[in-house]
């Protein structure tokens, strides 16, 4: 997949078979657009290429934008495309002025001039320019002129699929982490930095990676332990996940995210690691002694060993 972030370094795309969408989560509603594009560009002999925003345009024209939490990084989403076979990734930075375009500027200046799509696939209900005026119908006014083809994913389409990101990330934030994975098709993902914590766990035997997310819009899971797949370098491990506030040992610390990595014991301090949530275990309690954490700690991995099996 190739990946393109200015729009006047564009190759000449050939019979270009056209996706637009903030596709956050690439969820299996997305994953099946994708398909339905790679299909076209196939039959036509031409290339799908899917177009995404960066920041998210809610970011930038939604008043409760600061509430926005984000199921991917663009880094992630990018990562996942790529997975699921797209020729073309396009990353439209998202500003104000691009958002006050008329929808005849963003179907004949943007989507025209730019990619001259031969294809374009979208939704239903799929909104573009000033105010959101535009829509499918008005795109197909602009067939002819523009020398392209649009093919509708139908509401009916949508409801087959019965997924959505706002559906992704209601799961998400009451801690339903294998409900988000089957809508996602794929588990749920933090990545980060591994940074210095206060050796707490490895006084009690469960020596933790504190992880610090870089991204303040990415979606964290609420506070409680999960069994989780944990990506460092080449190698992939399981583990359990720790997010919370660390109750047992002050009630002013602000929130953690560490990782008790099994079988493992490299120095990885500096590095990104993935974390893949693969099942909720419990909620964070307070123990009155750091030998009662110890010990539910050991209950803890029987329980994410037996979910990683």
Not at 260 to 287: A, H, P, T
């Amino acid at each position: 997949m190739k990946i393109y972030t200015d729009l006047n370094k564009l190759p000449v795309f050939k019979n270009a078979v056209l996706t637009i969408g903030s596709f956050d989560g690439v969820h299996i509603g997305h994953q099946q657009i994708i398909k339905k594009i790679n299909k076209h560009a196939a039959q036509i002999g031409g290339c799908s290429v899917l177009i995404t925003f960066h920041p998210h345009p809610r970011l930038i024209v939604s008043k409760d934008s600061h509430n926005l939490r984000l199921i991917n990084t663009l880094e992630e989403k990018a990562a996942l495309l790529e997975q699921y076979a797209v020729d073309a990734l396009v990353v439209v930075p998202f500003s104000k002025a691009f958002a006050s375009q008329s929808p005849e500027a963003y179907i004949l200046d943007f989507l025209v001039a730019h990619f001259q799509p031969a294809v374009i696939t979208i939704g239903y209900d799929h909104k573009f320019g000033k105010n959101r005026k535009g829509d499918i119908s008005y795109l197909r006014k602009f067939e002819e002129e523009g020398g392209f083809r649009v093919i509708e994913i139908s509401k009916q389409e949508v409801a087959d699929i019965a997924v959505s990101s706002t559906k992704v990330r209601q799961a998400l934030s009451s801690g339903a982490v294998s409900k988000a994975a089957q809508l996602l098709g794929h588990f749920y993902s933090l990545q980060g930095l591994v940074v210095k914590g206060q050796q707490i766990g490895t006084k009690i035997g469960f020596p933790t990676a504190n992880v610090s997310v870089q991204d303040t819009h990415k979606l964290i899971p609420p506070e409680g332990i999960y069994a989780v797949e944990v990506s460092i370098d080449t190698q992939k491990k399981g583990g359990m996940l720790y997010i919370g506030n660390r109750p047992t040992i002050n009630k002013n610390l602000k929130q953690s995210i560490e990782v008790n990595i099994f079988d493992f014991d490299q120095d990885i301090y500096g590095k990104i690691i993935k974390l893949d949530f693969v099942k909720y275990l419990r909620g964070d309690q307070k123990f009155e002694q750091l030998s009662g954490l110890q010990d539910q700690l050991k209950k803890d991995k029987i329980a994410a060993l037996k979910a990683l099996q």
